[in-house]
Each structure stands twice: as structure tokens, then as C-alpha cells.
């Protein structure tokens, strides 16, 4: 798992390594200093030596230069190192969840893979960070301020000993506590981040619903939540800060006692003592500095494994790239077709499906909501694969195409569709980058899109913000049709694309369609029967289950659900008309 993770460093192992080596630099000054000052003391003050004390005085601050400088350095390229890091795995997170079908979208919902590509790659940059730093600083200073302490004087030292078994277990007992607690935190931050990230995009819909205070509420106790947790931490850290500093005074008297005696006895020097006092500092501080970095290791632990998860999906879908390429023509065939949306292939969404659609046809779809349209629909361009059965496209199981080939082929207005920020040109190029402005207008008039773009100040240049909010729901859904004709496909889908469009425009667009795509599969789901009924054919679902596939007319006499269905909606119609 780290492996995965530590090989994204690639072009930053450079600098991975640098840190330390810089970092270890700076240590040895950090520990030379007080030898120095030992000199000083012992030599300069004591025979009132000018000349010496100013001499090593000016090697003393270039010491101090050098170990600000490297210190600088190793900082430098620590961060480098993990930002580069955190870009890598980023790129590679992002890259891979491209390759995602919406099976695969559906298991981690898109809200936690937000998560992951930021929070969780942000941990690990932290936690990368201090490691290099403190893989070099933490046992280098502890081992080498340890040799110079006992070269010092090896019975203080003794003292050490004792203390430091002491304080790693101080600090082992504060982690195994602390650790819990840190994952619970970053689990309610998860909740917290997916409730920020809903809102806001939710935004216009929470003010239509004036849900305002609910979601406040909802907020203000998750954040309460995760305020009660970090005290809980505090708490903890609150009753180990009183022991750790107790160790840490303990050696400092320590030393001071028994240094002190051998110094009465001119056994060791005042210089000699004063530099055992800041070894000891070094000594414990190098301890709970790694203890921290440890802590850090720990909370990254639970992100790696989270972004780990999303590496080892395998996609669901085979893009199939060496796949056939020309789709022959517009034909559709579902052989005893079963979906189920689960991983088991329980709880069947289609049941059974057997049918023909012949190329050039316009096909309507009807059925209540949760009736399996959508479901049916997103089979034919593989937005997700069949558990039984197969599906032909031009004569051929749609898992011989290519799968860039096939979706090219197969055009889906999707029912939740988006636009995204750009002009609106930008938009409608979307279904082929390199169209002409000429070709843009052709399918925009064709959607009755152009009416209203001509309307705006910029036309066609007009820009779209983010979730196309500056643009009427009508407007959108032409703009998301113009979008997938430019595509010229060999299949149309229009999934209740037409449902704020007026019925007027409704029906011009459909015209459009019939005289301008005679070759164009056309398979349209409405919920208005007016919208399907001069379709060639109309499927009827029924809870999964194909229960009509016949000409209007016939449906009309022998299917009871489109019967009523469409005398449910004449007669609303004669209402409002009467
Ligand atoms: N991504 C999904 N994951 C799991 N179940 C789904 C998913 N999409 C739809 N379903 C379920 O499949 C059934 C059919 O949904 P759908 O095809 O969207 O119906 P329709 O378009 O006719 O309203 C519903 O019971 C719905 O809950
Ligand atoms: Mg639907």
C-alpha cells in the first residue's frame, strides 16, 4: 500500500532526498554548537582570553549560519518533495477515476472521491513532509547528541538511560490513545465535507425549499460533533503535556545535581556541563518531535488507504480500444436483456427485455417513474453492461465496438444533464471539437436553440456559467440536444429532454428530428403521450418488465397502461383547453 503511494514521487526523489541530507547537515551543527560553547566557557572565560573567545565567537556564528541555512534548505526541498507528491498521486487519482464507469462512480459516490483527491491527499502530504524531515532530524540528533553527551561525561549520562525508555513510553501510551480519536475526527470530517460540498452545489434548491435553517442545524451539530472530539484530543494531550515536561525537568535537575558535584570536584568543567544541559534538551525534544511525526504517519494511514481503494478499483467497463470501429447502421437488438444495478446481480432493473429496433426508426418510451427508462436507455452506449443477454448495435454486440467508437455513434441527451462554464459555442463543441460555427447554428436550429441564442447580447458567445444557472431549464435541455446532434449519431437518445420545453417547441423539434435525421435511430422517453405519439413504435416499461412494443395505434387498443395513460392525458388536455 505505501509502496503504491511512495512510487508517485518519480521526477521528486531528488529532492526526497536532499531533504534529509541537508537536514542531517543542520543537525550536526545544531550538536557542534554546544560544543563550541563548552570551549568558550572553559577555555576563553577562564583564562579571560580574548582573542580565543572572539575567535570561535565568529565560528560559533557561522556555525549558527550554516545549520539556519541547511535547516532552510532541507525545508525547502521537504516541501518540494511532498507537493510534487501530492501532484503526482493527484494527477494519477484523477486519471484513473476518468476511466470510471458509473458502476464504479456509483460505489464511491462522486462526493467522496472529492474527498479523497483533496483531504486525503493533503494528509499524506503532510504526513510525507515531516517524515523525510523527521526520518533524518529525530534519530540522527538523538544518537549523535547521546555519543556527545557520554563523551562528555558518561556517568551523567547514565542518566538518559533511564529517561529516555521513559518518555517513548509516555509517548506510546498518548498515541495508542490519541490514535482512535484522530480517525474518528477525519470520519466526521468526511460527513462534514460531503454536507459542505452537497449544499453549496444544492444551493438554489435549498433557498427554493427555505431549508435553510435545517441544513444550519444539520451543520452546527456536525460541527459540534467535531469540536467535542478535538477537545476529547486536547483533553488527552492536556493530561500527558504535565508528564512529558516532568521528564524532561527531571534530567535537567538531574544533571545539574550530579553534574554539579563533579564540577565542585573539578572532575568536569562548567563548559562541559552546560553543554549536557542543552544535549539533554536535544535528546528528549528529538523524542516527542517523533512522536508527533508519528502521530501525523498515523492519521495519513487511514487516507492512504482511502485513495488506495479508489487505485485498486479495477474499472468496471473494458474500453475495449482495439474494439471495432464502424458501426454499420442504426439497428437495435436486446436479447433476453437482465440488469441489475448491484454487484450480487440481485434486484433486477430490467427483467427479461427481448426486442428489435429497425435503423431510421423513431422509438418512444413510456412508463411511471422508477418503471426502468433511464435503465433501458443507458444500455445501448455501455454507460453500464448488461448482467444477462446481449445487446446488438448495427448487427453486433455492442462490446465489439470501441468504446469511444460506440459512445460516438450513439448520442444520449441524459435526463440530469449538465453544461459546463464556457461560451455557449464551447457547449455545443462538446459533441465534435471541430466543428464549424456553421455546423454549431445548423444543430442549434434543429434543437430550436437558435431562436433564443440570437436573443443573447454575445450570441453563440455568450458565456454559460457554472451548471449552466444563467440559462432556463427549456433552454438547457435545447442546448443539451443541440450538443448531442452535432455528433451527427447513428442513435439518438432523448431522455425526458423535453420536459420544460414547451409543447409547441416540443413538437417543432421533433419535426426537425424526423425531416433532418432520417437515417438517426431516434429513441425518445416522455412523459407527455403527445410528445411519442406519432412515434413509429412505442415501448411501454412497466417495474422493469417490457410490457408493450407496438405501433401507437395498436397500443392504443390492446395496451392498458398506455389506454389509460393516454386517456388520462387527453382528457387533462380537453380540461385546460374546455
Ligand atoms: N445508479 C443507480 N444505482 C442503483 N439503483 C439505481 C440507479 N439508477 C436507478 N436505479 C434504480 O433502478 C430503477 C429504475 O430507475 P430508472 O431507470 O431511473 O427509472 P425511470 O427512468 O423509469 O424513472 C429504480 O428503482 C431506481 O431506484
Ligand atoms: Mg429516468
Known sequence: MYKSILSRVREFKKHSFLAPMFITLEVFMEILIPYMMAKIIDVGIKNSDISYIVKLGIILFVMAMLSLFFGAMGARFASIAATGLSKNIRSDLFEKIQKFSFKNIDKFSSASLV??????????????????????????????????AFIVNSKVSMIFLVAIPILIAIMYFLIKKADPMFV??????????????????AQRVVKAYVREDFENEKFKKLSLKIFGLFVDVEKLIALFNPSIILVVYSVIIGVFLIGGKYVASSVMTTGELTSLVIYSIQILMSVIAASFAFILLIIAETSIERICEVFDEVPSMDINEDGEKDIKDGSIVFKDVDFSYSEDGKRLALKGVNLEIKSGETIGIIGGTGSSKSTFVSLIPRLYDVTNGEILVGGKNVRAYSLSDLRDSVSMVLQKNTLFTGTIADNIRWGDENASLEEVEYVCKLACADEFIQRFPNKYDELIVEGGNNVSGGQKQRLCIARALLKKPKI?????????????????????LKNDMK???????????????????IIVLDNGNVVGFDTPENLLRENDIYKENYEFQKKGGVAIEG
Open 115 to 148: 474527498t479523497r483527491l483533496t483531504t486525503d491527499i493533503n494528509n499524506v502530504q503532510m504526513a510525507y513532509m515531516m517524515g523525510i524531515i523527521m526520518v533524518a532530524r529525530s534519530p540522527i540528533m538523538m544518537i549523535v547528541a547521546l555519543v556527545m
Open 519 to 537: 437515417d438517426t435511430t431516434k429513441i425518445i422517453i416522455a412523459q407527455r403521450i403527445s410528445s411519442i405519439e406519432n412515434a413509429d413504435k
Open 184 to 201: 474518528k475526527v477525519f470520519e466526521e470530517y468526511d460527513v462534514l465535507n460531503n454536507t459542505v460540498s452537497e449544499n453549496v452545489n
Open 492 to 512: 439518438l437518445i432523448l431522455d425526458d429532454s423535453t420536459s420544460a420545453v414547451d409543447t409547441k417547441t416540443d413538437s417543432r423539434i421533433r419535426d426537425a
